[in-house]
């Protein structure tokens, strides 16, 4: 297999944007060309300004401004992209089917189907095409089957190369990942085409940590890492509820139990319930493999990560419901946060729309600040919901700009995302210019619940008496 000299990526997403850039910042002499269908996004890769690109990620302006013009190219012509690379990664959403069989389960592949006959229909050259979305096991087979059936006679061989970034720390993780997953086809051809990304990847990337397997050992390893991770943060939140009835406190728990170096720290974090683009996703899907090869047991084994999931949800909605006399109609609670976590401007599956949503049922008139989440996007999350229409969302619901004035004779106050401002706050400023008595619902754990009580505030926190 040839040198890899030109690569595409198909959508420039929050996974295609940060891992093509960084791929082009440490291999100046490949040409990357990010794609994607949607204009406004690709401008905003472009911007000059690159405090503008449309994704938050810290040190990621840096990166884009070292490599792009010079080396990486953000560009809406799919087809020149495809017709170019020798290389193609397709990093296109695979959301949670919303219609028709999987329902609510399965991950929708119609994104990724679109993607494989796109390229058989371009593409004149021999191609590697790289899976960087999650997948169901075995799609590897459909896109083959899709590319050697519609193609136009060239050779293909498909990696499943997932990516394993968080948000917020994206940069750092691509810069310095724990490893690097590469599955392939088991022939000399799948061999060669490995290598080919090894090759690319270990330019930075100690070889120790770059992982070769078959294709499917790599996509049912991604959908596992996130049930795993996830499984651990729900482990930790079912506790957390038994830590509030007992006296135990959940946080010095996670402590005794993460030194056990068999456990380790990590992700041992209660909170308000994990969100995010990923972990609820690829869990339905994980539930959904299992429920189709006839292994209830294990299908019911990872489902109940989920429930626990919205059971957290709830519970804190309920919490802030009962603690307020059993009403909140017409009391204003200001949310701090929105996002799904610290450090991004993604608010999918935020834990923040889920409870906000529980308390409009309660007619609240809720209030929202969050650091770098746009108002659009906070009302456009409510709507998806359809639980009320658009006008009722928008007169419950206030987006402001000011941490202070969102807290301004408020009821009470939630924490729902853990952003480090929120710490470094005038906590004296804010209790005054509440209603009394001022509550504080810490769904991240975050501030000092001895401070605040000595200030006057009622303070509950997850996983505490
Ligand atoms: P995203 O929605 O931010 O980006 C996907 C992009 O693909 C969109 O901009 C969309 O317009 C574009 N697109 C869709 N179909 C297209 C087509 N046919 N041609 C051109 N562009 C097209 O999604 P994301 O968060 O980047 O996730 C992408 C994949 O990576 C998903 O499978 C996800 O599960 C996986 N993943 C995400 C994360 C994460 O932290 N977000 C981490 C690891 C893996
Ligand atoms: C996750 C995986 O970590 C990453 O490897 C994968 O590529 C994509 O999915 P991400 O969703 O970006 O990354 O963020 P992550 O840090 O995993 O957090 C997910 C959610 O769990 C957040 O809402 C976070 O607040 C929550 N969480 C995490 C906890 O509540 N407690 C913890 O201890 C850790």
């Known amino acids: 297999m040839t040198k890899i000299t030109n690569i595409c990526c198909i959508g420039a997403?929050?996974?295609?944007?940060?891992?093509?850039?960084?791929?082009?910042?440490k291999c100046p002499d490949i040409k990357v060309t990010v794609v994607d269908l949607n204009e406004a996004r690709i401008a905003a890769w472009n911007d000059p300004d690159t405090a503008n690109i449309?994704?938050?990620?810290?040190?990621?302006?840096?990166?884009?401004?070292?490599?792009?013009?010079?080396?990486?190219?953000?560009?809406?012509d799919v087809?020149?992209?495809?017709?170019?690379?020798?290389?193609?990664?397709?990093?296109?959403?695979t959301p949670t089917k919303t219609y028709g069989s999987g329902k609510g389960m399965a991950a929708d592949l119609k994104y990724i189907e679109l993607c494989a006959?796109?390229?058989?229909?371009?593409?004149?050259?021999?191609?590697?095409v790289v899976e960087k979305s999650t997948l169901p096991v075995r799609t590897a087979e459909a896109v083959k089957n899709i590319l050697q059936n519609t193609g136009n006679n060239v050779n293909y061989q498909i990696l499943s190369n997932p990516e394993f970034l968080a948000e917020g720390t994206a940069v750092e993780d691509l810069h310095s990942p724990d490893r690097v997953l590469i599955g392939g086809d088991t022939t000399e051809e799948g061999q060669a085409a490995i290598q080919a990304l090894v090759d690319i990847y270990t330019r930075w990337v100690p070889r120790d940590r770059v992982l070769t397997t078959n294709l499917w050992s790599s996509e049912l390893s991604k959908l596992t890492a996130n049930a795993f991770l996830a499984q651990r943060v729900s482990s930790i939140n079912s506790l957390s509820e038994l830590c509030e009835h007992t006296g135990a406190d959940v946080s010095?728990?996670?402590?005794?139990?993460?030194?056990?170096?068999?456990?380790?720290?990590?992700?041992?974090?209660?909170?308000?319930?994990f969100g995010g683009s990923c972990f609820q996703k690829d869990i339905l899907n994980l539930v959904y493999i299992a429920r189709s090869y006839g292994l209830r047991e294990v299908a019911d084994y990872w489902e109940q990560v989920i429930i626990m999931n919205d059971h957290q949800k709830r519970r804190f909605a309920n919490k802030i419901v009962k603690t307020l006399y059993n009403t909140v109609s017409s009391k204003k609670i200001a949310?701090?946060?929105?996002?799904?976590?610290?450090?991004?401007?993604?608010?999918?599956?935020?834990?923040?729309?889920?409870?906000?949503?529980?308390?409009?049922?309660?007619?609240?008139?809720?209030a929202v600040y969050d650091p770098k989440v746009a108002e659009t996007k906070i009302y456009d999350d409510l709507d998806y919901l359809n639980t009320r229409p658009s006008d009722a969302n928008k007169q419950?619901?206030?987006?402001?700009?000011?941490?202070?004035?969102?807290?301004?004779?408020?009821?009470?106050?939630?924490?729902?995302?853990?952003?480090?401002?929120?710490?470094?706050?005038?906590?004296?400023?804010?209790?005054?210019?509440?209603?009394k008595p001022a509550f504080v619902f810490d769904g991240r754990s975050l501030l000092n619940v001895d401070k605040l009580k000595e200030i006057g505030f009622k303070v509950y926190t997850i996983g505490r008496e």
């Open 13 to 25: 997403g929050y996974v295609g944007g940060p891992t093509m850039s960084v791929i082009a910042q």
């Open 79 to 93: 087809d020149e992209a495809i017709d170019e690379a020798e290389m193609i990664f397709i990093s296109v959403n």
């Open 396 to 435: 419950l619901l206030t987006v402001y700009t000011d941490p202070y004035e969102v807290c301004k004779d408020a009821h009470a106050i939630a924490i729902l995302t853990e952003w480090d401002e929120f710490k470094d706050y005038d906590w004296q400023r804010i209790y005054d210019n509440m209603k």
């Open 335 to 366: 949310f701090l946060g929105w996002a799904f976590k610290k450090d991004t401007n993604d608010t999918r599956e935020s834990a923040a729309i889920y409870v906000a949503d529980d308390l409009l049922n309660e007619q609240a008139g809720i």
């Open 54 to 76: 449309p994704i938050y990620e810290p040190g990621l302006d840096k990166v884009v401004a070292e490599a792009r013009g010079r080396n990486l190219f953000f560009s809406t």
């Open 252 to 273: 010095e728990v996670a402590r005794a139990i993460g030194t056990d170096s068999r456990i380790g720290p990590k992700f041992l974090k209660s909170s308000v319930g």
């Open 117 to 128: 006959r796109q390229i058989a229909r371009v593409a004149k050259t021999d191609k590697i």
